[in-house]
């Protein structure tokens, strides 16, 4: 064969072979309800590694690479639990998980409705589009659902930030926790459903590195520091998002000084 011809049978290959190697990387999971329909932020977690929520296909995707066994553990308010494992090939694939909706009754009514994501409030609306952008790697944050804090029950809510990358407590005098963040140097601002929380003493220069990280520095208290669980109830915390820097903040989500990092708190019914 002419080395012209051979290059040509080579492209060929090339051409044929590129798009089936494309298909082979498409390995997804997919959450669905009984009646088939995609269940929109679905949390996800593999071998107990870190949650993903399902995109408004019911999906999450699984990337390449060879067959495996995950142990999948998927769950959404208002649908039962499913855990199990699930054998993941090395080719194209979409498995499928189907979570039956739990039944809820009022007295002598059964309530058969649920909601979707075009139901969810704007706040929890943009909660979940900023969870998408973190799964994207748009954006440097650590997010917790209203699965994940239903599923902990904590007592206080700041127990859910427990261990963190990036968040540190310190007790107040009045034996409260206070989040500390840059390396626990100065006091992470605080945000409740949009608003920035302030101590009695204001948030102007409340939250500054500069005088916070001084050595001894003021003792902390309510009067110089946002003591989260006393403005909050963990009951009434549904989702919460945590930035331990300021850098990557949403415009959403500005305050007077993030350069310590940001915890946002939203409160609400984690009901769907």
Known sequence: MHRSGYLFVLAAAAAVATPSFARAQVRKLQVISSDSQPIV????????????????????GLGAGKARTFTVNVRRIGYQQWFGKL???????????????IAQTL??????GYSSASTLSLPMKGFYDRWQMRQKGLLS???????????????????????????????????EQVAFGLGNQCKMAIVVDGIQ????????????????SRVPG?????????????????NDVTAIEVYARGGNM???????????GVIAFWTGSRKP
């Open 197 to 212: 929380q302030c101590p009695r003493g204001g948030c102007g220069g409340g939250n500054n590195a500069q005088s916070i």
């Open 87 to 101: 054998e993941l090939p090395d080719t194209a694939a979409v498995l499928r998980v189907t979570l039956p909706r």
């Open 250 to 260: 949403p415009i959403s989500l500005q305050v007077a000084d993030p350069g310590c």
């Open 41 to 60: 932020y679905a949390f996800v977690t593999l071998d107990g590694g870190n949650g993903q929520i399902t995109d408004d296909k019911g999906e999450i």
């Open 218 to 234: 003021p003792p902390l208290s309510e009067s110089n520091a946002v003591l989260i669980d006393r403005i909050l109830e963990a």
């Open 107 to 112: 007295g002598e009514v059964r309530v058969s």
């Open 141 to 175: 944050a650590t997010f917790i659902g209203p699965e994940e804090i239903e599923f902990r029950h904590p007592d206080k809510i700041t127990n859910m930030l427990r261990g963190l990358n990036g968040v540190a407590f310190r007790k107040s005098v009045e034996n």
